[in-house]
């Protein structure tokens, strides 16, 4: 039977196509800036996302924490969300390594950060205090997508406060499928963008940052220094070319699996879900720890992986189809028919 991973987009395998595109690509020493693979991945992704420049790097924690380095200094401080993946997931890489200060924020339900907040959690300026330089969004976060008009606001407040401006735009995709507008309506309120190929984009490795030709150009010097210089990488870079090629629109898919997910979940007693909550590829369900404790290896006996405990995060990507959503809610209903 087929394993159906529905832990995270990150599980998703090289396509035969990817697999083709990688065995084919011309590569050279990146580090040189000679891999022609590479430049063209780097050229597409800034082509896509409306910026100068663009800057491949092994993982989406890489692009982040390049941007931190980028934005600020020793001393600096940057303002995230309080389960932004660039505050709580990264293991303080910006802390650990470049002497930046975060000041989390709790997330509004809405994903959004309240700008009233963050206006009054910036620092005076004061030799007691952390210079505040950087704002970081994420989108999607939790599956929900930022509202376009609230980037626009975003982005007037940082140039009001002189705050550079940053997305964690890991599944920036997906929010630009399910708003159904050009990427660059997103990216482009943004001094930079971390966008990964690696989730649901179905790319093995990578992620890119955006921005301009200076900022990507400093990014590309602390990229060196982090070890992360990748020689013939265009191997590597040839599955992204194929995944923001070819998988961009398919996203939806990915959408309407996870919609699908909700429905047959909620159909079910003893399943707190609510369909309606679901705007991209994550589907939420709440279940009692025990129940939870039982189910994940109820579910892995029957090939199907998921994983969390009070708050279960379900996943829908590029190797999971309708017919394994059926066979999903199928286990899900055998298993509260006899809870
Ligand atoms: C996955 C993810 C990243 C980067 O993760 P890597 O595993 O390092 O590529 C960054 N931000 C968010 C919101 C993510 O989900």
């Not at 997910?261 to 909620?266: D, F, K, N």
């Not at 994940?296 to 829908?316: A, D, N, Q």
Request: proline share 4%; charged share 20%; aromatic share 6%.
């Amino acid at each position: 039977m087929k394993i159906i991973d529905l832990r995270s987009d990150t599980v998703t395998r090289p396509t035969p196509a990817m697999r083709a595109a990688m065995a084919d690509a011309p590569v050279g020493d990146d580090v040189y800036g000679e891999d022609p693979t590479v430049n063209r991945l780097e050229a597409l992704g800034a082509e896509m996302l409306g910026t100068e420049a663009a800057l491949f790097a092994a993982s989406g924690t890489q692009t982040n924490l390049l941007a931190l380095l980028s934005h600020c200094g020793r001393g600096d401080e940057y303002i995230a969300g309080q389960t932004a993946h660039c505050y709580r997931y990264e293991g303080g890489g910006a802390a650990v390594l470049g002497g930046i200060q975060p000041q989390p924020l709790d997330f509004e339900p809405d994903g959004t950060l309240d700008l009233a907040k963050v206006a009054r959690a910036i620092k005076p300026t004061d030799p007691h205090f952390a210079r505040t330089r950087l704002l970081c969004l994420e989108n999607t976060t939790a599956g929900a997508v930022l509202p376009l008009d609230y980037l626009g606001r975003a982005a007037a407040f940082a140039r009001e406060r002189e705050l550079a401006l940053h997305l964690d735009g890991a599944r920036i995709f997906n929010a630009a499928v399910k708003l159904g507008v050009d990427v660059r309506e997103i990216s482009r309120h943004f001094d930079t963008v971390s966008v990964c190929l690696s989730k649901g984009l179905g790319a093995p490795v990578g992620s890119l940052l955006c921005g301009s030709r200076q900022l990507i150009g400093t990014a590309r010097r602390w990229r060196k220094v982090l070890g992360g210089g990748m020689r013939q990488a265009g191997s590597l870079a040839a599955a992204g070319i194929v995944a923001l090629t070819s998988h961009v629109t398919r996203l939806a898919e990915d959408h309407a699996n996870a919609r699908l997910l909700a429905e047959g979940l909620a159909s079910i007693p003893g399943v707190a879900i609510d369909p309606a909550e679901v705007q991209t590829n994550m589907v939420f369900v709440s279940l009692a720890p025990d129940a939870a404790d039982r189910l994940v290896p109820f579910l892995r006996e029957r090939e199907i992986l998921i994983s969390g405990r009070e708050s279960i995060r379900l996943v829908t990507h590029l190797d999971v189809t309708a017919a394994d959503i059926e066979r999903t809610v199928a286990a899900f209903r055998e298993f509260f028919a006899h809870a």
